[in-house]
C-alpha cells in the first residue's frame, strides 16, 4: 500500500475529504520528525513509539579492494510497535 491508497482509504473510514487527509497525514509525519530532531519521542498508545537513532562511525572493508573505509555517523528515526498491535492479527 502506498500513501495514495493510504490517503483513499482515510477518507472512506472517517467520511473526510481525501485532501483534508492528505493534510493530516503530511502534517502528522512532520510533527514525528521535529520531536524527533529535537532528541525527544513520539509514543502513540496502542500503536507505537517513534524515536530517535544515532548510529556511531564504524571502520568497514570493502572485500573487492581490500580498503578499508569509514562510515560517517548517522542519525535514524526508529519505530518500536508495541505488543498489542504486533499481536492483532493474531
Avoid at 519521542?41 to 530517535?52: C, H, T
Avoid at 564504524?58 to 499481536?87: A, E, G, V, W
Wanted: net charge positive; aromatic share 12%.
Amino acid at each position: 500500500m502506498n500513501k495514495t491508497e493510504l490517503v483513499k482509504l482515510m477518507a472512506q473510514r472517517t467520511k473526510m475529504t481525501a485532501k483534508k487527509c492528505d493534510i493530516f497525514l503530511n502534517e502528522l509525519k512532520m510533527a514525528i520528525l521535529e520531536v524527533c530532531k529535537k532528541g525527544g519521542a513520539v509514543n502513540i498508545r496502542n500503536f507505537g513509539k517513534f524515536s530517535l537513532q544515532e548510529r556511531k562511525a564504524r571502520r568497514f572493508l570493502n572485500p573487492q579492494t581490500k580498503r578499508y573505509y569509514i562510515c560517517k555517523p548517522k542519525r535514524l528515526i526508529s519505530f518500536k510497535s508495541y505488543d498489542n498491535f504486533k499481536y492483532a492479527l493474531n
